[in-house]
């Protein structure tokens, strides 16, 4: 669970992750039912006016650097810079995380988690423009340059821009569950989850004309889980060849429409698992899994705790079921 959430404020932050960050745990929504988070700006100086990256734009943080020490999670926005960081934010940060602190790095935040040691050895990602200069730096973190985000339990790390919004998401969803994460998503007017995984951004240009009709074939898909989906079926839905089918949804989502509608039927099951008192077998059924250990499979591979795990911390039931 967290409650405390505390962000860095570096000079010449950028503003777009830092204000996702004040988006998704600095506004109060309460009477939406979202749980209120005990959310603290931190800075070296208290006060001070800091530089932002958009020119003629000033920040001063209310608090110093003791309130990121017994945080629930702290998130580092990117700074200006990929390095020379001040030895008192690295200071803390490092002091937050050995205090048990899951730590959240936005695009080339991951830096600082760097030089504060926290990347040896761990799975990470930053901007695509920064991932071979990450590398470099801090050789034995394991970079991944494609994805939007990793979860390595108390250490987070996302690429950049919007993929911030995913990341902050992942983590809210992760600690207080998919109603929480979906009322700050629609209020957000965003996409609820977009999969780790997923391509940072498309080598190729969409090809133009068609996205209407993936449209309605992946809403249709969405609306239609618990049947068998082939290539050619979608792609005649769609009135495309098979190739060209998998071609557009490729270049238009990331990834294939196995992978997509795998990762969808996941979350559907997530949200029967939270809600409902359904068996793995019943779920298993209405996601299109066909049977429970195919979903447990999945479910495992994507969310990384067994459906039982997961209904356990996260349902609003008791309902058990054998693993």
């Known amino acids: 669970m967290i409650s405390k959430v505390a962000t860095l404020l570096l000079d010449r932050v950028s503003m777009f992750e830092f204000g996702v960050v004040c988006e998704v745990f600095g506004i109060d929504r309460t009477e939406h039912g979202v749980p209120a988070f005990d959310f603290r700006i931190c800075g070296i100086c208290p006060g001070e006016p800091l530089a932002s990256i958009t020119p003629g734009l000033t920040l001063s943080a209310e608090y110093g ?12 926005p990117p700074p200006g810079a990929q390095s020379g960081f001040p030895d008192e934010a690295l200071d803390a940060v490092r002091a937050a995380a050995e205090a048990g602190a899951t730590v959240l790095s936005l695009c080339s935040g991951a830096f600082l988690l760097g030089e504060a040691g926290l990347l040896d050895g761990r799975k990470c990602t930053t901007h695509w423009g920064y991932v071979e200069e990450l590398a470099a730096r801090f050789p034995t973190a394991v970079v991944d340059p494609d994805v939007l985000f990793v979860d390595e339990g108390n250490l987070v790390t996302s690429a950049g821009t919007a993929a911030g ?27 609820p989850q977009r999969d780790g995984g997923q391509r940072q951004f498309i080598e190729q240009p969409v090809v133009a004309c068609t996205s209407d009709s993936l449209s309605e074939t992946m809403a249709w898909m969405s609306e239609n889980l618990e049947l068998p989906h082939t290539i050619d079926e979608l792609a005649a839905r769609s009135s495309m060849s098979t190739r060209t089918f998998a071609r557009k949804f490729a270049a238009e989502t990331g990834t294939t429409p196995v992978k997509w509608l795998t990762t969808q039927r996941v979350l559907y099951a997530r949200q029967l698992l939270e809600g409902t008192d359904l068996g793995l077998e019943a779920i298993s059924r209405r996601t299109g899994f066909g049977s429970g250990a195919l979903l447990r499979h999945h479910f495992n591979r994507v969310v990384g705790l067994a459906p039982g795990d997961y209904r356990r911390r996260f349902g609003c039931h008791t309902a058990e079921f054998t693993q």
């Open 65 to 76: 650097l003791d309130s990121l020490r017994d945080a629930d999670l702290v998130v580092v």
């Open 165 to 191: 919004i995913d990341a902050c998401l992942h983590v809210v969803r992760r600690e207080l569950g998919s109603t929480v994460a979906n009322t700050i998503a629609r209020r957000m007017v965003v996409p």
